[in-house]
């Protein structure tokens, strides 16, 4: 019964490479579409906080039409909307008066299907038939962190062979990922969330029960504390160290991704061996400790090691939320999956847009904006040791 669901996960698999191309292409063209377009950093900023924001109302308004429309017409239709808003980013800021709207438009375009894939992948994978749903789980997660290494080591491999002005090129070649991979979701088996006769919690429901509302701070804090890194990191390097595009990709988000994949692979393999929330407390701790080296140390090389290292601290953060929901609220089903995400990407568009906004207050001073940011991951260790208690209340 396993092995004709293999397609299924290798597919959902591939849906979180897609999220990874939709969440951190256009960061590695921030300074490029400042020069090229007369964009201001504070503009650029939006970019971030409406991406993550129209996932946000995506994963509002799933609860509403998943469920009605099925998994698989909403997988397909995610695939689309993001292969479309990919190949709309290079072409939309042609035909705009202001090459701003048409970034933003094709920005919205590709975060409506990032957010149904945020609400989609995981409920599909932990409806699967598996040994261990924890280590299933975040092995999924790494693959958002293996495409998120892609993404940032085949463009920076295209700018350094074919030069930064010919970025609309490789938009392009990103976007035939989810064209294939929706495609893929056709014909695939799709489980089903819950047994036969079985409703899920509404959202009433949920948000009475304490275990969720801790959870749902915790996906708020992951996400948060996540991408007020991730997100920065490129241009964090190259204009706050001044080193060269290719060095500041490199040794920026890659360096982070990797390090974020090795984390979850290592739980993916290793988690039946290992307590979730001890490995999730001393991630929390060591994430704290990266922000203050990022923001705090003068030494380059310092701040660079410690953006990698915050790669592997938040590693568990996202999927070990999503694998305690799942264990502590077995009926949450769409809903809960739904609202989890709406949490992530609530912290995913809060974060970088707090470091954004505090950096521009401060005459763009980076590591000023990082260091607001460790309020983010201090409420996500809180967050922990609540859940924690809650747990062994109950």
């Known amino acids: 019964m396993k092995n004709q669901y293999n397609r299924t996960i290798a597919a959902c698999f591939t849906g979180y490479i897609v999220q990874a191309v939709v969440n951190n292409f256009a960061p590695l063209l921030f300074l490029t579409f400042q020069r090229t377009y007369g964009i201001p950093l504070s503009q650029i900023t939006m970019l971030v906080t409406v991406n993550f924001g129209v996932q946000l109302l995506v994963d509002i308004l799933s609860v509403g039409f998943v469920d009605k429309i099925g998994y698989r017409a909403s997988m397909v239709m995610a695939h689309a909307f993001g292969a479309v808003g990919l190949i709309s980013l ?45 280590k299933a789980m975040s092995m999924l997660h790494s693959f958002y962190c293996w495409g998120h290494v892609g993404v940032v080591a085949f463009s920076a491999l295209f700018f350094q062979i074919f030069g930064i002005d010919n970025w609309k090129v490789i938009a392009f070649i990103w976007a035939l990922i989810p064209l294939c991979n929706g495609a893929v979701f056709i014909k695939v088996p799709i489980p089903s969330l819950m047994k036969e006769g079985e409703k899920g919690l509404d959202i009433r429901e949920l948000f009475s029960t304490k275990i969720f509302l801790v959870l749902f701070i915790m996906m708020v804090c992951a996400g948060a504390s996540e991408q007020s890194v991730s997100q ?44 979730l929330d001890r490995f999730m407390i001393y991630s929390s701790a060591l994430c704290i400790a990266s922000y203050l080296c990022i923001s705090l140390v003068p030494m380059p090389q310092i701040s660079l090691m410690a953006c990698a290292v915050c790669g592997l601290s938040v590693g568990i ?15 949450g089903g769409t809903a809960m999956f739904a609202l989890l995400a709406l949490g992530g990407d609530l912290g995913c568009s809060g974060g970088p847009t707090l470091v954004g906004s505090i950096s521009g207050s401060f005459g763009e001073n980076l ?15 809180a967050g922990i040791l609540l859940c924690s208690q809650c747990s062994s209340r109950s």
């Open 232 to 275: 920065w990191a490129s241009t964090f390097a190259e204009k706050g160290l001044g080193i060269s595009k290719t060095a500041g990709d490199l040794a920026g988000p890659m360096s982070f991704a990797i390090l974020m994949g090795l984390s979850r692979a290592f739980y993916g393999k290793y988690g039946d061996k290992i307590n």
């Open 317 to 331: 953060m996202w999927p070990g939320t999503f694998s305690r929901a799942s264990a502590s609220i077995p009926r």
């Open 90 to 134: 290079p072409l939309l800021p042609e035909l705009f008066t202001h090459p701003f709207a048409g970034i933003l438009a094709a920005v919205v375009l590709y975060a409506i299907g990032g957010g149904l894939l945020e609400v989609l992948v995981s409920p599909v994978v932990e409806a699967c038939p598996s040994d261990n749903k924890e």
């Open 367 to 381: 590591r000023l904006g990082i260091l607001a940011g460790t309020a983010f991951p201090v409420l996500l260790l």
